[in-house]
């Protein structure tokens, strides 16, 4: 139960600090992209090319550390004791 409340607490403070961090810097221009994955279709939507390559690195880069740990969970749970 605990972790559960810190978990909120992190998600909250998380999100003042994202509005804080909006307020303050309004003046600057914000560059920004996102990937949604649904199935095998990735979808990406950024502002400006530099952003989209860095999405898609990083799209990539979490693809393959999540295949690489379900490739350890099947390989230890062969080997097992």
């Not at 559960?4 to 600057?28: E, K, M, N, W």
């Amino acid at each position: 139960m605990l972790a559960i409340a810190i978990g909120l607490a992190l998600i909250v403070l998380g999100a003042l600090l994202i509005a804080i961090g909006a307020l303050l810097s309004a003046r600057s221009r914000a560059r920004c992209a996102g990937v949604v994955i649904v199935g095998p279709i990735p979808f990406l939507f950024a502002t400006d090319k530099e952003v989209a390559k860095l999405a898609v690195a990083l799209t990539a880069l979490a693809v393959a550390f999540f295949l690489a740990l379900i490739v350890l969970q099947l390989f230890f749970r062969s080997v097992g004791p």
